[in-house]
Nanobody, 124 residues
Framework: QVQLVESGGGLVQAGGSLRLSCAAS??????????MGWFRQAPGKEREFVAA????????RYADSVKGRFTISRDNVKNTVYLQMNSLQPEDTAIYYC???????????????WGQGTQVAVSS
């Protein structure tokens, strides 16, 4: 089974930046053949879409709440997807999850493999 491992979370002040990474650890997982996405879940809230990137990196999608602040990218040689988060705000506080899909989608049901999540906390 594919294992996705997120890292890079932490505590940051408002206005700061973090870069999250998500590595696929299963060699038989053809990372470059999958769309990769980032979701987040704040305490007491539903998990929500953040960003997605196509297999080639040529197509990206973002939630309106993060457009212009977050950038998703991928390195198919390293089997890793990244989420660069700038101008962080307290409302960005959540557990961030990466996931794999067969298409560029924004719904949880589109994604079939999930990481365990990494915590991001933004202080005001």
């Amino acid at each position: 089974q594919v294992q996705l491992v997120e890292s890079g979370g932490g505590l940051v002040q408002a206005g700061g930046s973090l870069r999250l990474s998500c590595a696929a650890s299963e060699r038989t997982f053809t990372f470059s053949g999958y769309v990769m996405g980032w979701f987040r879940q704040a305490p007491g809230k539903e998990r929500e879409f953040v960003a997605a990137i196509s297999w080639s990196g040529g197509t990206t999608r973002y939630a309106d709440s993060v457009k212009g602040r977050f950038t998703i990218s991928r390195d198919n040689v390293k089997n890793t997807v990244y989420l660069q988060m700038n101008s962080l705000q307290p409302e960005d506080t959540a557990i961030y999850y990466c996931a794999a899909s067969n298409r560029v989608g924004t719904t949880l049901g589109s994604y079939h493999s999930w990481g365990q999540g990494t915590q991001v906390a933004v202080s005001s």
